[in-house]
């Protein structure tokens, strides 16, 4: 065909950056909590995560979701799930670089900063592609909980600390690497787990069969599951493998694959449990407990994965805008999209301190921190994650709104986080349950809040709010949104206020505590420094 005109003004391909070590705020909160040579252990993973074969992976794992075989040619029963080979690319280089258990074992080894260094790199990778971060996370929050079986962690936690990914149903005693999932939520009972009709009956040796259907069951094709079923005490949790020590095939039936929103490079499925065989993890009766402390823990991966994908929506924009014309100047030049980039810039990098502030925690062993501080920064974080999404999704225009951008794989993503575990009422209320039950977690809290008093008249106003709303006990259940969201903006605001640029603190403080601020992003007040917060939000090439 012959050309009718010249193509001009489009964006060339993002490749070539860091989105670890070319990260200002990310890199300034590795070194902030952990050393350089925590960062320098993630220089690999970085140059990969910011590469072109990286880039293809993430297209390709979502182009191609999994698909369900729930039997062979001959009609036997085998519930597989079958993944592009992009999939297991990403499964690889995520387990491999360290960001499954592995920091549990790091951690016991002496490395004082193994679950930050996870965390940064965690942030940095899921931007790649965020669907493989679930059965990451659940591998990383499975062991914590399993500890409460000791006899089973000191068979399984080798393999689930490993760095060798390990796809393919085997004895999982025998394999060099395994992956975790959970099974939870049933039709009748949702975020309410205590509803549950799944049962366990004990067996002589010492075994438990499990008989119902888990409406939600994350990652089906992993080896091993924590699950919750009725015994005669009440509720109790279970380690259940897809594969037994006899080399047999557990009772695993995947119904079917879930027809998601996003994340559809992960399969969740709809499992049926038929004389299943568990493993009693815990006591009896206590399982709720038990299996939230796995839940806990994937709440840091929740803060982290939503500062991933804001952070990946903001290099997307700052990509088009620094490449892209319109009205005779380049977008990232024109004042009102530097406000726009400005603002956005400025709720990644609020995203990304207190994400890795928790990762800290986990390091330090602050659990009275981690109970109430993690609660907070879930709902906010991650419900605030679509609307940032959508306004760097707007500033590619109709460009944004294609897949070959990536925006709209980002922008789908972007609520699961906040729906992950129970909706926001449900983190808006273990908030208040936190509030309730355990002084020492809201004394450590606002101590940590305090750490930035006098330094910003806007921001002192706020923490004043927080302690007024924390003392007033009248209408708690009907204020628990507003309590949770203003202890996580204050959280974000210490930590700016003492580790940001002026810049960006004062930008944070006028706008989320000063209420100077509008019903969407780009609204900064005149006389931001909007082009240095821009600046600093620029990612640096590999």
Known sequence: MNA????????????????????????????????????????????????EQAAEWGRLANENPPRLRTHDRTGHRIDEVEFHPAWHALMGAAVGHGLAGTPWALAEAGDAHAHVRRAVGYLGWTQVEAGHGCPVTMTYAVV???????????????????????FGLADPRTKAGLVAG???????GGSDVRAGTTRAVARIDGTYHLTGHKWF????????????????????????????????????????????????????????????????????????????????????????GSAATVRAALTQALHHAAHRSAFGARLLDQPLMQNVLADVAVESEAATALAVRLAA??????????????????FHVCKRTPAVVA??????????????????????????NSIWEGSGNVIAL????????????????????????GVDDR???????????????????????RVAGLLALCLQGSLLLQHAPGSVADAFCATRLGGDWGSVLGTLPAGTAVTEIVDRAVVAPA
């Open 459 to 481: 921001y002192d106003a706020a923490a004043a709010r927080l302690r007024a709303e924390l003392a007033d006990p009248a209408d708690l259940p009907l204020r628990a949104r």
């Open 217 to 304: 069951t994350s990652a089906p094709m992993s080896d091993l599951f924590l699950v919750l079923a009725q015994t005669e005490e009440g509720v109790s949790c279970f380690l259940v493998p897809r594969m037994l020590p006899d080399g047999e095939r557990n009772v695993f039936r995947l119904q079917r694959l879930k027809d998601k929103l996003g994340d559809r490079s992960n399969a969740s499925s709809e499992v049926e449990f038929d004389r299943t065989v568990g493993w009693l993890v815990g006591e009896p009766g206590r399982g709720v407990r038990a299996i939230l402390e796995m839940v806990t823990t994937t709440r840091l991966d929740c803060v982290l």
């Open 430 to 453: 273990d908030v208040l349950r936190a509030l309730d039950r355990d002084s020492a977690s809201v004394a450590a809290v606002l101590a940590e809040v305090e750490q930035a008093a």
């Open 4 to 51: 009718t005109h010249t193509v001009t003004n489009q964006v060339p391909p993002l490749v070539g950056h860091d989105p670890i070590a070319g990260d200002t705020a990310l890199v300034e909160a590795c070194l902030r909590h952990a050393d350089p040579l925590t960062l320098d252990s993630l220089e690999d993973l970085g140059a990969l995560a910011g590469g």
């Open 391 to 416: 306004e760097a999704l707007e500033v590619l225009g109709g460009n944004g709104y294609v897949e070959e951008s990536v925006l709209p794989r980002l922008y789908r993503q972007s609520p699961l």
């Open 144 to 166: 914590p909980a399993l500890r409460r079986a000791p006899e089973l962690a000191v068979v399984f936690e080798p393999g689930l600390t490993s760095t060798s990914y390990e």
């Open 182 to 188: 959970m099974g939870m939520t049933e039709k009748q």
């Open 361 to 378: 925690a986990q390091d330090a062993g602050e659990s009275d921190f981690l109970r109430l501080a993690g609660a907070a920064a879930k």
